[in-house]
C-alpha cells in the first residue's frame, strides 16, 4: 500500500513539473503571438469600416488547459477603440460583426443588446483567440482581443 502511494505522488509530482514547464502550451514568439492578436482587431474594423484607436497589447501572465503556469507561458492581451460609422447605430454595428464572426465559423460567447444603442458580443475562435466588441460609455466601440496560452520559445 506504501508503494501505490509513493507511486501515486512521484506521477502527481511528475505531472506538475510537466504542467510548469509549458511542455503542452504551445511555443509561440511574443512579436508573433501580438501580429496575431492585432490580425483579429484588424478583421473587427474592417468589418466594421473604421479605424482602429488607441492601440495598446502586451504580455499578461496565463495558466494553460491543463493547468500550465511558469514565467514562460504568457498570453498578449490587444485593446482598441473604434468609431461607428457616421450614423450608425452601434447595435447595426454588432450584428455586422457577429454575421462576419458566424461566416469565419467562431462561436458566439455572449450577444447581449443593452437599451437602444449598446451592445455586448463575444466569441471564440478556432484558433483559441477570445475576440470582445462592446459599446462605450461615448458612442464608440472597445475591442478587446486576447490571445490562447502560449510559451516563449
Given at each position: 500500500m506504501r508503494s501505490v502511494r509513493?507511486?501515486?505522488?512521484?506521477?502527481a509530482l511528475l505531472l506538475s513539473v510537466t504542467a510548469c514547464s509549458g511542455e503542452?502550451?504551445?511555443?509561440?514568439?511574443?512579436?508573433?503571438?501580438?501580429?496575431?492578436?492585432q490580425q483579429h482587431a484588424d478583421a473587427i474594423a474592417k468589418t466594421i469600416g473604421m479605424?482602429?484607436?488607441n492601440a495598446e497589447t502586451g504580455p499578461a501572465p496565463c495558466t494553460?488547459?491543463?493547468?500550465?503556469?511558469s514565467s514562460d507561458v504568457y498570453s498578449i492581451l490587444g485593446t482598441?477603440?473604434?468609431d461607428v460609422p457616421a450614423g450608425e447605430n452601434r447595435q447595426?454595428?454588432?450584428?455586422r460583426v457577429r454575421a462576419e464572426w458566424a461566416a469565419q465559423g467562431y462561436t458566439v460567447t455572449d450577444d447581449r443588446k443593452?437599451?437602444?444603442?449598446?451592445?455586448?458580443l463575444t466569441a471564440d475562435t478556432g484558433d483559441g483567440f477570445n475576440l470582445?466588441?462592446?459599446s462605450t460609455s461615448g458612442s464608440g466601440l472597445a475591442v478587446f482581443v486576447h490571445s490562447p496560452c502560449f510559451t516563449r520559445p
Open positions: 509513493i507511486g501515486v505522488l512521484a506521477v503542452f502550451v504551445e511555443s509561440k514568439s511574443e512579436a508573433d503571438t501580438t501580429a496575431l492578436v479605424p482602429l484607436r494553460g488547459k491543463l493547468g500550465e503556469s482598441y477603440n473604434v447595426v454595428t454588432a450584428d443593452i437599451g437602444t444603442d449598446q451592445a455586448v470582445d466588441v462592446e
